[in-house]
T-cell receptor, first 111, second 112 residues
Framework: DAKTTQPPSMDCAEGRAANLPCNHS???????VYWYRQIHSQGPQYIIH???NNETNEMASLIITEDRKSSTLILPHATLRDTAVYYC????????????FGQGTELSVKP | DAGVTQSPTHLIKTRGQQVTLRCSPK?????VSWYQQALGQGPQFIFQ???????QRGNFPDRFSGHQFPNYSSELNVNALLLGDSALYLC???????????FGQGTRLTVV
């Protein structure tokens, strides 16, 4: 699996957009970008994934650069409940669902 | 839908003992994966079960073993517990080959 690099921590004001970056410069053509988050004392929660096109769902948007070497997860209107550790994972869909978590980004949403 | 359920939620064991953790997958899911999460770290993949067989395994010793039952529920067994086995143990379920996994709340194991 491709290695990902994320900033260890970020702050965001409540109501503002939170933009979480992820570098994956060694990503292969068949590898997807997945985002999970883990709120304190809970299990990780799937957010969104994409291959090369930008994706949006009810939780977030995923912007993948044209060369696919980096991506940004966008929470459009962050709330206090979005405070969590966010993990960017690069994986091919033939890996059988084995997730390799890095250290993630600890996002703190402040009032 | 109850989602992924794990039991117990908390457990305290003594070094050298054995422990069994249990997981019921989300309804309709056939694959169960187990992860270990030490304090301040991301989850680490232990192994995955599908069709009652271990399909993939991470870098964990043989003291860690598992089982999947015909109803897709699963157990994680750890023998000869070490202090370093203290962690949050997470179970995740999915459909075979699907990377969108649903996690339980975890079992907090403390070895003293």
């Amino acid at each position: 699996d491709a290695k990902t690099t994320q900033p260890p921590s970020m702050d965001c004001a409540e109501g503002r957009a939170a933009n979480l970056p992820c570098n994956h410069s060694t990503i292969s053509g068949n590898e997807y970008v997945y985002w999970y988050r883990q709120i304190h004392s809970q299990g990780p929660q799937y957010i969104i994934h994409g291959l090369k096109n930008n994706e949006t769902n009810e939780m977030a948007s995923l912007i993948i650069t044209e060369d696919r070497k980096s991506s940004t997860l966008i929470l459009p209107h962050a709330t206090l409940r979005d405070t969590a550790v966010y993990y960017c994972i690069v994986i091919s869909n033939n890996q059988g669902g084995k997730l390799i978590f890095g250290q993630g980004t600890e996002l703190s949403v402040k009032p | 839908d109850a989602g992924v359920t794990q039991s117990p939620t908390h457990l305290i064991k003594t070094r050298g003992q054995q422990v069994t953790l249990r997981c019921s997958p989300k309804s309709g899911h056939d694959t169960v994966s187990w992860y270990q999460q030490a304090l301040g770290q991301g989850p680490q993949f232990i192994f995955q079960y599908y069709e009652e067989e271990e399909r993939q395994r991470g870098n964990f010793p043989d003291r860690f073993s598992g089982h999947q039952f015909p109803n897709y529920s699963s157990e994680l067994n750890v023998n000869a517990l070490l202090l370093g086995d203290s962690a949050l143990y997470l179970c995740a379920s999915s459909l075979v080959g699907n990377t969108e996994a649903f996690f339980g709340q975890g079992t907090r194991l403390t070895v003293v």
